[in-house]
């Protein structure tokens, strides 16, 4: 076309389709900031400060017999009856499995694993504060006396559902070595 042809919009500049300078979209500079401010950190501050809460809260609770509280609160709590002890010690041993679940919920990908591998390493932390290991509590016969004298039924419960949690292992890492074979022998192409 000609220039008689245009419109005489097509070359015109609007004011407003300009961005001033230091507006707008911007590169992402590695350097310090321009105003002359310390850079961060990669780490913000809240989590520094969750994580030495964190390890503040357990330092106090592994010293100070963590185990033995709990045992007199499940007694308060349970009035010693065996089956409330046995169900409330089924749920504190299942927190890892309830953590990786709570962690397979909302999310793909690397976020995922991530937050599973979190949440399910948080509740095996409270499962072992809340209660003694299984190797603790088969070669010290100290560990779980405690237990048996206020909860009495506390510590089965515990022990079944890491018993459970450990089945529920095996299956799922014998079920992905079955789809591991499966893929790697499947047929590719056309057939």
């Known amino acids: 076309m000609s220039e008689q042809g245009e419109r005489p919009e097509s070359r015109v500049v609007v004011p407003d389709d300009v961005i001033p300078a230091g507006r707008g979209p911007q590169l992402r500079r590695t350097g310090p900031p321009v105003d002359g401010r310390p850079a961060r950190s990669g780490v913000p501050l809240r989590f520094w400060f969750i994580g030495l809460i964190t390890a503040g809260a357990l330092l106090v609770l592994g010293t100070t017999g963590v185990r033995g509280w709990w045992a007199h609160r ?81 510590l089965w419960g515990v022990l079944s559902a890491n018993a459970l949690w450990l089945v529920v292992l095996v299956v799922a890492w014998w079920r992905f070595r079955q789809w591991r074979r499966h893929w790697a022998t499947r047929r590719r192409g056309p057939a």
């Open 74 to 154: 499940l007694h308060d709590i349970a009035g010693g009856s065996e089956p409330a002890d046995f169900v409330i010690g089924l749920f504190v041993g299942a927190l890892p499995l309830i953590g990786i679940a709570l962690g397979r919920i909302g999310t793909r990908g690397a976020r995922r694993v991530m937050r599973m591998f979190l949440l399910g390493a948080a509740g095996f932390v409270v499962s072992y504060l809340l209660s003694p290991s299984i190797s603790r509590y088969a070669s010290d016969t100290h560990a779980g006396r405690v237990f048996d004298e206020q909860a009495p039924g506390y």
